[in-house]
């Protein structure tokens, strides 16, 4: 027994439907395998070779993609903001930084794909579409500096997103296109963090978020459809940055993501299908984003007093509220987060909370200041082995063994990675403990910002200039 290998991720049903072949999970199985007897009596943070970040190799097939993206375009035509910002922010969270001169040409790159009346398309003279929109925003403060800021006309990029507002309240991914949580999530994060978010934007959004939640607990696509990780992080986050979090069933959400995590280690992104390296960051990113809920979650279960009482116990986390303190609550100005998640319990509670619209722009900056009380909800070691032993190839990362590498998964797994070794630090200024940080501590990665997915200093930056620079 003690030799089983632990039982198949994907279902009879997924087989038969021909989504997965038997060969798809048997190649994986065996993998899981191989790693699952390197780790019987290893201790997990032996400095195995095979838990090296391959750091070098990484930057050289990420730095060589660029090279290439200048060239001919088949299938990816319509995408190259979404391989700026992969490369550049895998680039970015492996500390590293781009020359002047590809700065300087993708700048001017992503410049001409800005359509005269806003928003980016997927090329130069391309339709402007919220996916690419997003990418090209993040890729602009990914490389960060005066000239990479000032390059997006946030007039007309507001009208833009006016333009794709749409009667239910969510958005259309672009003109007379499809309405759907990606749709939400992509217009309220590039809004949030050009400092452009108002109430005619952030009108009725939460309404179809809400209608998107299943009762699975995760958030599906489109009213009706399946929960999926990657609509989850985008409703959770899109919820979260215009203060609506709490309309969302949170312990139904907790439970739901908790066991996405499978036997392999990665993360699968809806029940009953495969393990794959990009959900370390959707559904990683998710669980980090609950992190920092915790009086929301207190609140939806019936815990709103606990922040009253001191608890005190020998470990750190063995109660949720355990580190907050009483010094904590009582000094003046205590994280903004704190204060902002008040607000918000006093608004559910029934007193009407004026602050939100006047706040709304600030929800980002606020939401990472505040000092973690909660645990990971799942398991950060198990999933720094899935990425880093499964994942990660020479130079690249995939979605699972067998599969080939790719700009997508390579800039997932990095963010996925980055959430995983900085999930057990309670204070965003802290560096992580080595004993969090799966292999050498060489392999410690930037801090991404949750709500964005951008290195957490380049959204500093980023913050510092769009509000200081008005409309
Ligand atoms: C910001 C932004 C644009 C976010 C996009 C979020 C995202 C990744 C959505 C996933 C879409 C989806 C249903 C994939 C299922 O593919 P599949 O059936 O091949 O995969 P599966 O078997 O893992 O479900
Ligand atoms: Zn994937």
Redesign the pocket.
Known sequence: MENQIPMAMATATEIERG?KTQEDQWRVESQVFQIYNLFRGIPPNSQFAILELQRDKHIEYLTKGFKQLGRSFTVLDANRPWLCYWMLHSIALLRDCVDDKLENDCIDFLNRCQDPKGGYGGGPGQMPHL?TT?AAVNSLITLGGHRSLSSINRRTFYDFLLRMKDRSGGFRMHDGGEVDV?AC??AISAASVLNILDDELTQNVGDYIVSCQTYEGGIA?EPGSEA????T??GLAAMILINEVHRLDLPALINWVAFRQGIECGF???TN??V?G??SF?QGGVAALIQRLQLIVNDQMGLSNILECECSTDSDYDSINSDISADEQSLEGTSSHVNEMFQIREEAAGQPNTSHLADVNNVGYNFIKGHVHMKPLFNNMALQQYILLCSQEEGGFRDKPGKSRDHYHTCYCLSGLSVSQYSCTKDVGSPPLPQDVLGPYSNLLERVHPLYNVVLDRYYEANEFFKANSL
């Open positions: 989504t996916a997003y990606r999530y992509t696509g999926h990780g990657g609509y992080f985008c699968q992104g809806r299908k495969l794959d990009c959900y959707w």
